[in-house]
């Protein structure tokens, strides 16, 4: 098989889903645009997540607390200080990933239960500080009035930024868990104790790791704000750190697509169940405990023991 | 600042703190014995609450109404319990930690709805019987004397379970499978038995809590979220699966609370989870928890 060819078939299915993501908008009502924008944003949420659950092995419940570290410092940055939204964006970045080196450093000491509960206990201690302190972040009232550039007011408009920004981001986040970096963590995930004897530190590589998720999920934060036009303390509450664990155990783990194909069952489920009941926590709790019972592995799961095609897995052991 | 209104603050803590208790020791007690951190436990404890308001209104015009729903609560959330274990949770027990956290996270997301269809969005209030309804004077303090009940019920719940798991049969297998399931298992105790009365207790004492708690103030939905974390702090400084442990660890967050609440009241929530934060550093494996379990 020559380069290219290999090349292609690598990456059929990630060429295919950027390819419908170029044309949908087009042919969809405004509704669904937001909708579609709300997949991107909440995908690359997820898969920055997915970068310590997925490969490094570790639950953290609070992923939120970046997302909306993220998100504020866009939205305080543009409401107070009038900052274009290309120079927020990476600030966000710079904000949560120094959010992350913070609380991270201690997170890293902590593995399985202990781990997902000083990472929730961490986005509960960020959501409180947001929701108490009232003279800089608005309290509950939130920030409103975030509004993008003009040339970015449309639905279709944002889309097609969103979908730049985030694909970058995912290029990004594919390229660091090809590198040996990324592979570094699936030895952590697989066997910490091996990768430990080898001389490899494995708390420091665990924390540079998390600080990369930080600002990715500040990344897709700082999306968010400008989208929806406000942002609210909400948004870091542990609730919503509990989405992206959903969407990555729903399109699966152990794929590199697979949180951003579990944002589009959630959201899309969101978007459709909102539409004709107010129970979507029932709804989406219906389907989480489907998903966990019947579908180990994820919808990527699925497809890879039905054998319809072999997406390259991110190296589970067994599968290799 | 005056002693008797310190006092007074303190005995608010000390409510607080052992109300913290009787949700936290159920959730500690799950966890220990079977290895499952139940995100829905504060949801069945609003459930008891709830159900509680529901026995009390259709006997609103006897003075015993409370007394009585209390217990007739405790019991209904616990055989509702029991069906969720025996339907659900039954069947996550070999899963990994993040496919039980999730289940029991929808369960949650699940029983918050369905509370919501049952009792509809208004918030419930209990009239309290007039034996209770004045305050009594300790040391020159008023103190609620409904007060005085809760902090009777949370040490009276804590010396049933410490003699329940120290002095019966029943505790001493329960504290065997804590520490090695697959010896208990091999000495022919039925182990998925023994698991879901374990939940069930635990169950009840959060639906127990709840009846109690119906009559402190209004009922409302989302309370279970709030407490729900602050049950997972308590059971963290206390260590998982030590009665003691939980019982310092809920009075040391009920005293921290009440009293960081009074000085610098924006404070008070984020100072809970600084001081869980530092004990999960240093000890990981809480205050009186060992580091086995780790």
Redesign the interface.
Known sequence: MDKKNSFLKRFRLHAGLFLVALILPLVVTEFWVHVFTEILILGLFASAFNLIFGYMGQLSFGQAAYYGIGAYTTGLLMVKLQWPLFVCLPASMITAGIGALILGYFCVKLRGIYFAILTMAFGQFVFFIIFQWYSFTGGDNGLQGINPPVWLFKANAYYYFSLAVVTIGMILLYIITESPFGYTMKAIRDNTERTEFIGINVQRYMLINFVISGMFCGLAGALWGPFNRSVAPDLCSWQNSGHPVFMAVMGGPHHFLGPMIGSVIFTFLNAFVTGFTEYWPLVSGLVMIIVVLLMPGGLFGIIKSKGYFSPRNVGDVKNE | MELTFLFSQFMSGLTYGLMLFLVASGLSLIFGVMNI?NFAHATFWLIGAYICFTFWSLMEAHQFALWVSIPLAALATAAFGWVCEVV?IK??YK?E???Q???T??????L???I??IWGPTDRLIVRPSIIQKPIHLFGAPIDSYFIFVILIGFAVAIGLWWFLKYTKYGHIVKAAVFSREMVGALGIPIPKIYTWVFTLGIFIAGLAGGVQSAIGSVTLGMD?NII?QA??VV?IGG?GSLMGTLVGSLIVGEVFSFAILYWP??A??LI??I??AI??VR?WGLFGTPLR?
């Open positions: 951190l659900l069947r996550i899963r930690l993040h496919e956290l999730l289940i996270y929808a369960m949650a997301l699940i918050g709805d369905l919501k269809i979220t974390i997972f702090c963290v998982f924006d404070g929530m984020v989870f600084v869980t934060a999960l550093i990981p780790a």
